[in-house]
Structure formats: C-alpha cells, structure tokens
C-alpha cells in the first residue's frame, strides 16, 4: 500500500513538472514584466526597456525547476533510505540557490534613460552603470540591407571610450525618437551606418 502511494505521488510530481515545463515561457514573462514594472519604473523615466536576456534567463530557470523535479523522482526510484534523502536534500538546495541567484539576476536586468543620462543593470552585474548624457558623443543607428530592404536593427549609443549597444525592439523604434531629437537638439550626432545581412 506504501509502494503504491510513492508511485502514486511520483506521478503526480512528475505531471505537475510537465506542466512547469510547458508553463515557463509565458509565466516568465508575465512575471519579470510585472515586478519590473512594479519596482523599476518611475514617471520621470523618458524610457524603460526589459532586455531579452533577462526574459530568456527567467525562462531557462523556471524550466530547469521542473527537470530537477524529475530527477528527483527518478533519484528517488533508485536509491533508498539516508542515501536517497541526502541526494534529494542536497539536489533541493542547489536548485533553490539557484533559481534565487538567476531570478534576482533576471529581475535586475533592465535599462531606462531619464533626464541625467542612461541607466543600464547588465544581466550578470549587481550594481546600476550610470552614463550622464554630458558624455554622449554619438547615437549610431546600424540598419541591416536584406535583398534591398533596410531593417533597423542596433542603436549604439558612444560615451566616449565607453559603447552602449541596444538591439532596436518595436517598442525602443516606436518611443524613442523624441529621446534622439531632445539629444540631437544639445548637439549630440546622430549617423546611420547600413550593413549587409550576413550570410549573402
């Protein structure tokens, strides 16, 4: 009767972990979208942007949960007494370690611009770089050809030695442009560079 509820609970932990599994991609953006917003942004940001790495690592994380899960179970199936709890013990810890580690990651990588320059928190960094607009030299805008057709497709902003490089999303395309001309306007230099798509 005991063996039959063990296999009984192991299936069920192994269906929810499917579920997990399947759940990630839109859980992940759902989440890191609203404590973004909830914590980060402020009315007197001109723009806030969530990198893709910070979607992607979020995402990998919640997915990596659910195979331990499975391991787990398979662990578990295969080894017994002390032994088995050790490993299980030890496998939970590291996984919860590191979902807190990459979740806090995740949720720290974004990048905004207010009215004292741009602010971007990298994904592997735990502390906020801050580059004053006073140093901003150039704004590029690389657009790829494709078969004679222009995509805009990477903005680099230039703080002297120090380069910002952000892919152009819908959003940056769409919002951005009064940003540049209120740049533009203190003497900032805007150039367009055209690449060729690789590949060709």
Known sequence: MREHNADSFSVYIIAAAIVMFF?????????????????FIRESQLFFETPRSAFMAFIITLMIVPIVMILLVFVKSRTHGKKSRILIAAASIMTLAAFGGMSYLSFTNYYYMDQNGFHYNKLWQLQEERYPWEKLTTISQINTSDGGTLKADKLIFSFGQDKVELDITPKLYNEMEPVIESLKSRGVTMETVVKEKRGE
């Open 23 to 39: 759940a990630a991609l839109p859980a992940g953006i759902f989440i890191v979208n609203l404590l973004q917003q909830t914590l």
